[in-house]
């Protein structure tokens, strides 16, 4: 799934905070079968590294910067030449 806007970014984050809840009630109680909590456990885990991932990707494309800090120069050059660096901008 992609994130097509700040709506839709929003419904995630809220969706990520109830899955985050009910990771920690299911860890807290120690239930009838342990196996599974063990399998529900993983499956939260999984959907709520899901989620993670797709409002990183959301934010980063949404950010042109995503991952450049405003004081790293940004790097030019071409392969097999030397990079030249130039100031942000």
Same mark, same amino acid.
């Given at each position: 799934m992609e994130l097509k806007d %700040?709506? %839709?970014? %929003?419904?995630t984050r *809220?969706?990520?905070r109830s899955l985050e809840?009910?990771?920690q009630a299911v860890? !807290? /109680?120690? +239930?009838? /079968?342990?196996? =599974? !909590? *063990?399998?529900t456990l993983r499956s939260l885990k999984r959907m709520i590294n899901q989620m993670k991932? *797709? =409002?990183a990707r959301y934010e980063s494309r949404r950010?042109?910067?995503? +991952?450049?800090?405003a @004081? %790293?120069?940004a #790097?030019? +050059? #071409?392969? +097999?030449?030397? @990079?030249?660096? =130039?100031a942000p901008g």
């Open positions: %700040e709506r %839709e970014a %929003e419904v *809220e969706k990520l809840a009910r990771y860890s !807290q /109680d120690p +239930g009838d /079968d342990a196996h =599974i !909590q *063990e399998l991932e *797709e =409002i950010s042109p910067r995503a +991952g450049q800090s @004081a %790293e120069p #790097r030019t +050059g #071409r392969p +097999g030449r030397a @990079a030249r660096w =130039i």
